[in-house]
DNA sequence: GTCTATAGCCGGATAGAC
DNA sequence: GTCTATCCGGCTATAGAC
């Protein structure tokens, strides 16, 4: 018992933490643990003691963007426009999470990673078709490929970092539904 | 002299056709001199003496895409509408280069490399610059991150790969002067 | 919880035979 | 133009001291 409880998990965060920016500057590939090891200021072997194989770190990164995921597919499910609730609630993960956005939908490990884990690539599958809604013309498969691919630059864009958050995000949901609607 | 001149830098383009593949599949980190090799049935000494290093991969597989660019933005100069020329113009390179420009974009070990080489990055800042206008208002700014972004993604999206050249392409034109002039 | 040391493998790159 | 053999360094991962 010696430790207060709000302690437990800080190690593991700072290793996410250090991950998260290092994978968005660098790639996953690009990304070494001795890399997150030396912007902690700790040794290699600490990090393992965080996190036994770096999948995990990567698993640990990507946890809570799904999450979020997660609940905009829940919200979609009682809506009546699913693809409003999608649209909204992608453009306030891309601003919640912007670095890890990034990594997450256009690191090529990143798919790899998906590709062995069926229940994250469903979630994206779902969200697609959330924005896609019933038997869409092909103009609007462009623009949902479009909107999903530009969402997450937008994220990582250091020429758009003076707008801020609320800017940011009212300005993608209106381009997101000109897109879409269109 | 042994040789017909047609079979002069065959060996070159066979790298460099192989090292697309793989750079659009794996990523540029993620992809070994060992792997060009492979799928080229021959020994990584081969690839050596075709480029002296991997970082002469990466420009020759950037160098037909940087032509284009340099071409787009000789064309704009002399018009009246260099968004317009713009728009058609990334369209163009998209549906010519797919696999090309999602490694040019997306890639950190690009984005390295394009700040070390200041003539290709200056390339991508005038191209931004036509497609921004004269002071841009913030909602211009976030369009043209998303068409930029968006783009690029486009052009590997699998789930598109039914859309015949002709069609995603004045798709994609039409969707982009549907954001910029938005 | 962090360290040093080490195993074992694979990376980029080079030399020299054929 | 392609090969084998090799150098050296960095990689993930593990073992064990502190």
Redesign the pocket.
Known sequence: MGRPKA??GQ?RDRVVAAAIELFSERGVSGT????I?DRL??????V??QF????GIIEAVLAPAFEQMRSIIADGEGSDSPQEVAIVGLSGLVIAQREVVAALSQDPEVRRFLETHNEASELLLQLGAMLLGPEPAPRRRVAVSLFGGGLASVGIDPALADIDDEALRSELISLGQLLLTA
Chains 1, 2 share one sequence.
Do not use: H, P
């Open positions: 302690a437990r190690g070494s643990l001795q890399m090891a200021g700790i040794g290699k072997a600490a393992y003691y036994k194989t770096k999948e």
